[in-house]
């Protein structure tokens, strides 16, 4: 990385008008304030209701955590970018840090996903030894072998990613620093660092996603087994917020990180990231929050209280 001659890299956005990067920028803005206060609003009730002290929602508070995280990494920089008229730049060492952050919140969200499955799988599947399989400091220490597991998996290919020579030219056709794109502009033999990625790429998501439709086989099994048909529609609505959340998710990443190579345009990509960058991030905590009981009477305690605050102070 000292011996390239581009210091910056110049990231070329969504090809927009003027008139349509305004409107733009004004809805992504609205659902990226949506996305923050909806999840944030999540950890907050999790955290001060005591009935929502288990591992479902303690994995769901997560799940919201690294959902800001994932927002943050790459958002507020192209709503910078969206808001001026000039090309956006960003250092190489910026660049390669967005890359890093956003490829472990990426890769964290996988494994959370796999965890959140398995502790629908016990709870169908074992309800009688759920309290004892998945208590909450199991299910804290799958949260932080997720998250050191995905610490491992980034630093590879950012050990690789950091020995790029780049010589110009310095346009990422992109709104974030992606890996592709940054292969493409590099002037260095990427062919073993290409291959490696892919690698990781199919070993975590096909890897995870494997793992998930176990769970979600077992499952099916175990509620097709329950004689009543409101018992089984009952035990099915305790894990249907998590299976849309992961074939929403599923279905954008594989189709960009299983299919593209160096050589692939990115036009029809910048689209499906603009789709999971910006939206499923926001649809993530509606989902759950529409479908889960103890969540929407959290809420209406958490305004009760508030309303009583405010009336005592006045």
Known sequence: MNRSSVTEFILLGLSLSEKTRICIFIVFLLIY????????????????????????????????????????????????????????????????????????????????????????????????RYGSIMTNKVCIQLILICWCISILSVLIPAFFLSKLIFCGPNKIDHFFCEFNPLLKLSCSNTHIIQIIFNSLSWIIIVGCLLCIAVSYFCIISAIVKIPSRLGKTKTFSTCASHLTVVGIFYGTVISIYLRPTVNTTFQQNKVVSVFYIVVTPVLNPIIYSFRNELLRKAVSILVIRIRMQCFCRQ
């Open 33 to 128: 304030t949506i996305t923050i206060l909806a999840n944030v609003l999540i950890i907050i009730l999790v955290y001060s209701n005591h009935q929502l002290h288990s591992p479902m929602y303690i994995l769901l508070s997560s799940f919201s955590f690294l959902e800001i995280c994932y927002t943050a990494v790459t958002v507020p920089k192209m709503l910078s970018d969206l808001s001026h008229h000039n090309p956006a730049s960003i250092s190489v060492v910026g660049c390669f840090t967005q890359y890093n952050f956003f490829s472990l919140c990426a890769a964290t969200e996988h494994f959370i996903l796999v965890v959140m499955a398995y502790d629908r799988y016990i709870a169908i599947c074992f309800p009688l």
